[in-house]
């Protein structure tokens, strides 16, 4: 089965320091989502990307993150300096947007605790 | 004001019984579409069920239907035959907003159930 694929699966790091997320998408899907997860807030959108190029990233911290897709195989979400707040899962997802019927594939995410 | 909106943080429910989870949410659009996922303690997002705002029938996928009310704004989850693999968080989601070749694509997630499911 096709898989979106997110590493690393967990990230230590201490405040300050420059944390990189990567997935990589299901081969041929056209879109890709960044989703951070937290207990309080949920499931919060924070980017995404229509054939490479990104169409809403409002859900981001501007100051400290960042979000690209340097190929069709390849996106990462950068935060740089991390903080504390930024403790999370990261969940990437990929998906080929239809007008209806769209299905999205979730990654397994990227368990982040920033000490 | 929320889009989504579940109200049972959590729910209990014996095997082999059906169970329906609540999921209820607000839009202006006329075009949308509701999504359910299930994420079990191993972390990762499996989708479930899509329906569509236009679709006239409820939409099933196995053991999994949809009730879609739209006059009211719900679309519950049932889930009938219980298993103890279907212990998992649960979450409604809705696309909304016209699809302009996918301009506007965006998944907002209520904040979920935890259904346990009992032996």
């Known amino acids: 089965d096709a898989r979106v694929t997110q590493t690393p699966r967990h990230k230590v790091t201490e405040m300050g320091q420059e944390v990189t997320m990567r997935c990589q998408p299901i081969?041929?899907?056209?879109?890709v989502f960044w989703y951070r997860q937290t207990m309080m807030q949920g499931l919060e959108l924070l980017a995404y990307f229509r054939n490479r190029a990104p169409l809403d990233d409002s859900g981001m911290p501007k100051d400290r993150f960042s979000a690209e897709m340097p190929d069709a195989t390849l996106a990462t979400l950068k935060i740089q300096p991390s903080e504390p707040r930024d403790s999370a899962v990261y969940f990437c997802?990929?998906?080929?947007?239809?007008?209806?019927?769209?299905?999205?594939?979730f990654g397994s995410g990227t368990q982040l605790s920033v000490l | 004001a929320q889009k989504i909106t579940q109200t049972q943080p959590g729910m209990f429910v014996q095997e082999k019984e059906a169970v329906t989870l609540d999921c209820t949410y607000d839009t202006s659009d006329q075009s949308y579409g509701l999504f359910w996922y299930k994420q079990p303690s191993s972390g990762e997002m499996i989708f479930l069920i899509y329906q569509g705002s236009y679709d006239e029938q409820n939409a099933t996928e196995g053991r999994y239907s949809l009730n879609f009310q739209k006059a009211r704004k719900s679309a519950n989850l049932v889930i009938s035959a219980s298993q103890l693999g279907d212990s998992a968080m649960y979450f409604c989601?809705?696309?909304?907003?016209?699809?302009?070749?996918?301009?506007?694509?965006?998944?907002?997630f209520g904040k979920g159930t935890l259904l346990t499911v009992n032996p």
């Open positions: 989601a809705m696309r909304e907003a016209r699809v302009l070749r996918g301009s506007n694509y965006k998944l907002t």
């Open positions: 081969l041929g899907h056209n879109t």
């Open positions: 997802a990929s998906g080929l947007v239809y007008p209806t019927n769209e299905k999205l594939f």
